[in-house]
């Protein structure tokens, strides 16, 4: 009995040490919401002027990937691995294979456009690495991506698609 025992405990013990050693990247949420894809890197020299500036050219792509359920996106929060966080603020209904473009710099919201701006004129995510988290209302965690410029943008423009 105390060898069943002992086994027993070490195979339970490695079965949630295995459990437990899977990265956060290779996690699947439970949300219908996830990051699509990222301009991470706005075309030409960066320039954070509201005026003149590129920041409306930097945007996440956020998609309901639901086939049967609206989301609204009101409260949802996009961070990046420095602590920047946009939430948005405003009811957006993000209708079954919809998707929305969070983009810097300041312009008008529009469901019809699908484009939600962050009003704020300074870019968001780093051209080298940087970690995108996005978090329901409630606080859990319904995505999140890590990349640096060398391993996954293969072509150079700046972009990276996920899911």
């Not at 699509?36 to 075309?43: F, S, T």
């Not at 920041?55 to 420095?82: C, H, I, P, Q, W």
């Not at 209904?93 to 484009?115: E, F, I, M």
């Not at 995108?132 to 943008?153: E, F, M, W």
Request: glycine share 8%.
């Amino acid at each position: 009995m105390r060898t069943h025992a002992a086994i027993a405990a070490v195979l339970t013990a490695g079965t949630l040490a295995a459990l437990t050693a899977v990265p956060a990247q290779g996690a699947e949420y439970s949300s219908a919401l996830k990051v699509r894809g990222i301009q991470y890197d706005a075309p030409g020299p960066d320039s954070n002027k509201c005026s003149s500036g590129n920041t409306r050219e930097e945007y996440l792509t956020v998609k309901n990937y639901s086939s049967t359920t609206t989301v609204n996106l009101k409260g949802y929060v996009v961070k990046d691995a420095a602590g920047n966080r946009f939430t948005f603020p405003a009811n957006h209904y993000l209708q079954p294979g919809d998707y929305v473009k969070l983009r810097g710099g300041n312009g008008t919201d529009s469901d019809a456009k699908n484009v939600v701006y962050r009003d704020n004129c300074n870019f968001m995510w780093n051209n080298d690495k940087d970690t995108i988290y996005l978090y329901k209302p409630s606080g859990a965690r319904a995505d999140v991506h890590s990349y640096t410029k060398s391993k996954n943008d293969r072509d150079g423009n700046g972009y990276i698609t996920y899911h």
